[in-house]
């Protein structure tokens, strides 16, 4: 399942807003210290920056604030504080790039090479985890068809939420 099943199931923008351009990945994989997911490059350079349902939410590294690094960095101190895993830049550590809108985390395990990284989604106090075997965009399109939910969210029925599925996020949003 690739971005071409999530396309169908959740159509992108036209003009996506802080796609990047391939050149700068670069820079973002310098200042991280490691090679990111091609999936998620490819999620980014389709979708932009924006939500699932007004809900989920993956950053984008090109965005003038939220972006993946500042994501992550505010992340860390919280992760290291809950002892849960290990965070990045740490071995097999959490590397947060989402979250949803009850302050939940999206983050991969930093385990193995960065195609193979699962996908970990808990809740904001670490109480549920669970854990996807399976890339980013795997993820969110078993999510955005309903093929599962996470544990913590089964009681949570976005999915009556009007189209579109996938909203971009506006330039104003962020000023």
Request: net charge negative.
């Amino acid at each position: 399942m690739g971005i071409a099943t999530l396309a169908e199931l959740a159509p992108p923008p036209q003009s996506p807003l802080w796609a990047g351009r391939p050149q700068d990945w670069t820079a973002v994989e310098a200042t991280l210290g490691t090679s990111l997911p091609d999936d998620y490059k490819e999620f980014i350079t389709v979708y932009g920056a924006g939500a699932f349902y007004d809900f989920l939410g993956v950053a984008t590294p090109f965005a003038p604030k939220y972006d993946l690094v500042t994501k992550h960095g505010r992340s860390r101190t919280y992760f290291q504080a809950q002892d849960v895993f290990p965070v990045f830049p740490d071995s097999g550590g959490l590397l947060c790039m989402g979250g949803d809108d009850n302050g939940d985390s999206l983050c991969w395990l930093t385990r193995g090479l960065p195609n193979e990284w699962p996908i970990v989604y808990s809740t904001e106090d670490f109480i549920e985890i669970n854990i996807f075997k399976m890339t980013l965009v795997e993820f969110l399109a078993g999510w955005v068809g309903q093929r599962f939910h996470p544990t913590f969210l089964s009681g949570l029925n976005i999915h009556f939420r009007p189209k579109p599925i996938f909203r971009p996020n506006t330039a104003e949003m962020y000023k």
